[in-house]
């Protein structure tokens, strides 16, 4: 009796450990299976942008990463960016100001941490 309910356990455990190696395998490391396409801001004119921001990102593994991050500026008008993840460096310019709390909560909220910001004069 003992032994079918540890092999049952040992079955539902093998299961769950296959069905999320089958998701990374689809979706990349971080499962950013919907951001897997770039999508470029509406302008991507960088002669308007008068703010630029060098930002310091640590936890990519992938360019699925890079894309959930630039997709999480990109979509907002005005801000373009462009993240390297091999390097961990995000470049992003703005028409407006954008206050390093923003740019910190926009990241952390994908999972990944910011080590620095540093803006950039134009």
């Given amino acids: 009796m003992t032994t079918g309910i540890i092999i049952s356990v040992l079955v539902v455990v093998c299961f769950i450990a296959v069905r999320t190696y089958v998701k990374k395998l689809a979706h990349g490391c971080c499962g950013a299976g919907g951001d897997k396409e770039r999508k470029i801001a509406e302008t991507a004119d960088l002669s308007d942008c008068k703010y630029r921001y060098t930002v310091k990102i640590v936890g990519m593994t992938c360019k699925n990463c890079a894309a959930r991050i630039e997709n999480a500026f990109n979509r907002q008008e005005g ?37 620095g910001i540093k803006q950039n004069e134009l």
């Fill in 79 to 115: 801000i373009f960016a462009q993240v390297d993840y091999k390097s961990g460096i995000a470049e992003i310019s703005a028409k407006e100001p954008l206050p390093e709390i923003v740019i910190r909560q926009r990241i952390v909220g994908l999972g990944y941490s910011v080590e």
